[in-house]
């Protein structure tokens, strides 16, 4: 059994160039020479925008390489930043200017979207929804509803695309390309899935511009933790008797701290992850990658990870 011991949770490297480094929920991004990002996944797991006391086993690695994969099969419709993967747990990339705001596509109602409906609300992010839908219906096409960080904190933010442009957020020519971009994915993304009888539900995509002006895609993509997935099989009966649909995301963890008396907010702690039960989520990051990928999961070596790490770093980088 791997142990939480085995989980790499922060980085403290000193890379040749290394000009700054920023420490996301889950990666953590190298600077090398204002040229290059070294972005390693951490095991870190993040829910209700807090990052869980212990990490993950293997997460790191099934996130990164989901990401590449996915960047790998959609690199012909869309460019992406992304150059090597030294490591399993590493890729390497352009460093891009990002853009401020998150492009969110949803092909079913389902997560925020159906809390909003069940409020009450047929407006989101300036877009329709259809009256008479139930949870996890599929929308008559996919909508794109982008989110922006806030000021404060990590928390996203629900924004129009009026807003985005009002507000000079991105440019009117850059967003009818990551519009363009967002639906191409998506589409890609949709078809990938379904050749492995799942169903992408919802994703988010990032963007950036490199030194050159181009805009590419950055960050990951078509992850558990960026996307949500259902089983095909079952998804129309399932729907017909109202029942909830069998999911592929990190949702499982949310519902278990929902049960547990936590969604993040004030006041709240996080209830006690006892090794079984963070073995039980490992389990279930590996049963998606398996899923999403089609493909076995092959443990990296996790005895030493920070050494491992720097030392396929380092070879890369010289």
């Known amino acids: 059994m791997t142990t939480a011991s085995n989980t790499i949770t922060e980085t403290h490297f000193n890379f040749p160039g290394q000009k700054s480094v920023y420490k996301g929920k889950v990666r953590e991004v190298y600077n090398i020479n204002d040229e290059q990002l070294v972005m390693i996944a951490t095991d870190r797991l993040s829910a209700f925008d807090v990052v869980m006391p212990k990490g993950i086993p293997y997460k790191g690695q099934i996130l990164n390489q989901i990401a590449t994969k996915m960047m790998a099969a959609t690199r012909d419709i869309v ?7 030294p490591d399993p747990n590493v890729a390497v990339g352009h460093l891009c200017e990002p853009f401020k705001v998150e492009m969110v596509i949803r092909g079913y109602m389902s997560g925020h979207a159906a809390r909003e409906y069940k409020a009450g609300k047929r407006l989101l992010c300036g877009v329709p929804m259809p009256e008479g839908m139930k949870e996890n219906d599929a929308f008559p096409e996919p909508i794109i509803t982008p989110a922006t960080k806030a000021e404060k904190g990590n928390h996203d933010e629900d924004i129009s695309k009026a807003d985005i442009l009002k507000r000079g957020i991105v440019h009117e020519a ?6 363009d971009y967002t639906r191409k994915l998506f589409k890609r993304g949709s078809d990938i899935a379904a050749s492995r009888g799942l169903i992408l539900v919802d994703t988010k995509y990032e963007f950036g511009k ?7 895609l950055i960050d990951e993509i078509h992850t558990p933790d960026s996307s949500r997935y259902f089983y095909a099989e079952g998804y129309e009966e399932r729907q017909a008797n109202g029942e909830p649909q069998k999911q592929l995301s ?69």
Request: proline residues 2%; charged residues 25%; without cysteine.
């Open 79 to 85: 460019p992406n930043w992304l150059t090597a993967t």
């Open 174 to 179: 850059d967003y009818a390309v990551l519009e």
């Open 210 to 216: 490199t030194k050159d002006g181009q805009i590419v």
């Open 250 to 318: 990190k949702e499982f963890v949310r519902q278990w701290l929902i049960s547990n008396g936590f969604q993040g907010l004030e006041g709240q702690t996080v209830p006690y992850m006892s090794d079984a039960y963070i073995e039980t989520v490992s389990e279930r990051y590996i049963e998606l990658y398996e899923n999403i990928t089609g493909e076995s999961f092959v443990k990296a070596d996790v005895s030493h990870i920070q050494e491992r790490i720097e030392a396929n770093v380092l070879a890369y980088l010289k």
